[in-house]
């Protein structure tokens, strides 16, 4: 059970237990709100996934921050400090060893109160279904048949009422509650389930039959551990007055003489232990009405039995009686032992779908990641007479981190970025996001390439995004002196295509093809280091003109390391072949780029985002027009 | 494909890593780099004679090394990186941020004694 506590803030006060999934921010639709416009709509979310909590922050504004660490996300821990903004939250998590909502633990003991006889009374085989393999004989009489008849009912009513049931939790109490009802003579129970990635042994629910039992330990010897963990019995234990004097002369202080060992695995178990007896519910002080059990003068009659599915234990389910009269009897267990089957396939059924859901939640998750990155793509090319914008972006199957923009500066200027955010899945996803809107502000405020990289840069390094870093290349361009400025911070050098060598004179007649030399490629190789490894490192920028006719082609290592079923890289070559080849403008050029990789991969996976933004004056021949949509988002 | 060692030359932490370091391998090193850091190492060189490929992530677990070292007031510097790897950290330009050397031993001998 896990809460967050407002400790300071407009909130301060109020306490949110978790669930799932729980959005923090200042939208009214949060399932925390908090009333601070510094606080972003969706500002961040914390996120169950099994038995931790994640923190994600949204893309926010001012950041989410734990222990006064920017995070992008978190795995959170108890008492952890959440703040965004000028609010503060304190994540609370009860321990979640043994079953903390119920209060229990479950501790293996090594041995018995007196080290004596084994006190158990009867065992079958659990894989054995007794019901159905027990000969029925003719000898039988007529009650004994009718009562075997009765068992097979009651198993058959109990697994038609759980085998609905899909919540683990509500399964497990409706289990119990039918064995508390069926066995007349039990008055407490508990089923503990198999960790499958500890091999401890969890309860997970504990009943008596009036009222709620009391939090407390559940002590189970080695005996039966080894008896129904590994040899996969079901046995009855107690019920007579040797045994049940044995146990109570023990008493509490030869309880306290046992060193309690928490249960690693029931393989592990050692075998000088094992065969010690005794099964003592509960000696916890703290829970009299179990404890009297070991310290009073009362008898008890259990049973403990196996939750089977294919050889597999799922878990332990072990029901008590305090009514000596009626002690639990070889037909007993073999019912017991009938509900156990039906009960275990319904809990790994229940478990089946759990593990579904959060496979089908996870994939959510990434869609969602990807349509944030979608968002933040721009839709439409900027309009600028004259000019032709073109970019292509398709996605890979995992979250990349790849990131594009065309933002509008004034009527004659233009930014035009490209980047990819190291590593994958959601924290790229959202580290993309995060700088494509600082450049957005960025470049608002600020007109030099080189200092908005720093300012990026500056930004990205101290926020501490663990082991993430991002490439980019920033133009600006100026329509009007058709010139482009541009800073690289290790990114994949930017192509241009020349319609003519630079240094060539204009020819004199362009409209005679002949006299039109082939266009060459120039690569702008000049980078620094790319963001977010330095504070500060030095940021430099140049500027290049641009004739008639020439292109210019900014991409994503997902286009020169497109790779086809081979195993082979496309590499910069054939790249700049196809821009050199392709005719026409920017649209056109980037069309032959992309074609050629697609021509290359194939039928191959592609793993990288893939990447390409084309810009360059029109030829000066037909104009084309540039005022549609382009459309480079795949539907 | 990754193994990596660890060696102490005086007062330098040498790490060599061989094979490949990509999104694949790179949570096997997390927990090392982890300890380095716990430790409080504060010279630390990475050699990287012996890899082969890195990707981003690679990159991305170097370059976290890098900041949390430096964050001691402790230096990383790299030995050794040949073949696809120097590429990478040619484009990414990488020798401004890291003290690069062609050996080992020109690496350690950087350090102060």
Redesign the interface.
């Known amino acids: 059970m896990a809460i967050l506590v407002a400790t300071e803030g407009p909130e301060a006060g109020g306490r949110y237990p978790l669930e799932t999934i729980c959005i923090i921010g200042r939208s009214s639709r949060c399932d925390v709100r908090v009333s601070d416009p510094t606080v972003s709509r969706q500002h961040c979310r914390i996120v169950r996934e099994g038995e931790q909590f994640i923190i994600e922050d949204l893309g926010s504004g001012n950041g989410t921050f734990v222990n006064e660490n920017l995070v992008v996300r978190h795995t959170l821990r108890a008492q952890d400090e959440i703040r965004i903004a000028r609010s503060k939250f304190r994540f609370e998590e009860k321990q979640r060893r043994g079953f903390s909502e119920l209060g229990h633990i479950v501790t293996v003991v090594d041995q018995g109160p007196m080290g004596g006889e084994v006190p158990i009374k009867d065992r079958i085989d659990a894989a054995q279904n007794p019901l159905l393999t027990r000969e029925v004989r003719a000898t039988h009489t007529r009650d004994a048949l009718v009562q075997a008849y009765e068992r097979l009912r009651t198993v058959y009513a109990v697994a038609a009422t759980i085998g609905t049931i899909l919540d683990q939790d509500e399964l497990l109490r409706e289990i119990l509650g039918h064995m508390l009802s069926v066995f007349r003579q039990a008055d407490r129970g508990v089923i503990m389930s198999v960790d499958k990635k500890t091999g401890e042994l969890v309860p997970r629910t504990v009943r008596r039959k009036q009222g709620e039992a009391e939090p407390g330990e559940i002590l189970i010897s080695r005996t039966i551990v080894n008896e129904v963990l590994e040899k996969k019995r079901a046995v009855i234990f107690g019920g007579d007055e040797e045994t049940s004097s044995m146990l109570t002369q023990g008493g509490s202080a030869s309880y306290r003489r046992r060193t309690p060992t928490r249960l690693r695995a029931a393989k592990k178990l050692d075998p000088e232990v094992v065969g010690e007896p005794s099964f003592v519910p509960t000696p916890e002080p703290s829970s009299p009405h179990w404890r009297s059990h070991v310290t009073g003068a009362s008898m008890y009659s259990m049973m403990s039995a196996p939750l089977l599915v294919r050889g597999e234990v799922l878990g332990v389910i072990h029901i008590t009686s305090a009514d000596l009269a009626t002690p639990f009897e070889r037909a007993d267990l073999d019912l017991l032992v009938g509900i156990a089957t039906q009960a275990a396939i319904a809990l790994q059924n229940a478990e089946m779908h759990a593990e579904l859901l959060v496979r089908e939640r996870l994939k959510r998750d990434v869609e969602l990641a990807k349509e944030i990155q979608r968002r933040f793509l721009p839709h439409t090319p900027p309009p600028m007479p004259g000019w032709q914008f073109a970019a292509e972006y398709v996605p890979a199957m995992a979250i990349g981190g790849d990131f594009y923009d065309f933002i509008p500066l004034g009527p004659t200027r233009i930014g035009i970025l490209i980047g990819?955010v190291?590593?994958?899945g959601v924290s790229a996803a959202l580290l993309m996001a995060r700088i494509t809107s600082e450049f957005r502000i960025l470049a608002a405020t600020e007109s030099e390439p080189r200092v908005i990289m720093a300012k990026a840069n500056a930004s990205l390094a101290s926020a501490g995004y663990?082991?993430?870093?991002v490439?980019a290349c920033y133009v600006v361009l100026d329509t009007q002196a058709r010139t482009m400025t541009l800073c690289n911070?290790?990114h994949?050098p930017p192509l241009v295509r020349r319609a003519r060598p630079a240094g060539l004179p204009r020819p004199a007649a362009p409209h005679i093809a002949a006299a039109r030399p082939a266009p060459v490629i120039e690569r702008l190789d000049n980078?620094?280091?790319?963001l977010?490894?330095?504070d500060s490192?030095s940021f430099e920028q140049e500027t290049h003109t641009l004739g008639q006719g020439d292109v210019v082609l900014m991409m994503t290592d997902g286009v020169v390391e497109a790779t086809n079923a081979a195993g082979a890289q496309l590499g910069f070559e054939p790249v700049q072949v196809a821009l050199a080849e392709a005719q026409g403008g920017a649209e056109a050029a980037l069309n032959r780029v992309v074609e050629g990789v697609r021509t290359f991969v194939g039928a191959a996976p592609q793993y990288d985002d893939l990447t390409a933004v084309c810009f360059g004056l029109d030829g000066g021949g037909k104009r084309k027009d540039n005022t549609q949509p382009f459309s480079v988002l795949p539907e | 494909m990754l193994t990596f060692t660890k060696e102490v030359r005086g007062n330098v932490l040498v790490l060599s890593l061989k094979g490949n370091l990509d999104?694949i391998t790179?949570p096997e090193l997390k927990p090392e780099i982890d300890n380095i850091v716990s430790e409080r190492k504060t010279a630390v060189v990475v050699d990287l004679s012996g890899l082969t490929l890195i990707d981003?992530?690679g990159?991305?677990?170097i370059?976290?090394l890098?900041?949390r070292v430096r964050a001691l007031s402790g230096d990383v510097k790299v030995a050794g990186v040949t073949a696809q790897p120097k590429e990478i950290f040619r484009?990414?330009?990488?020798d401004?941020?890291f003290d690069i050397h062609p050996t080992i031993e020109e690496a350690v001998a950087k350090f102060p004694r």
């Open positions: 990819d190291s590593g994958k663990e082991g993430l870093f490439t911070a290790g994949l980078a620094c280091l790319a977010g490894v330095l490192p | 999104a790179v981003s992530s990159v991305g677990a370059v976290s890098f900041k484009l990414l330009r990488l401004r941020a």
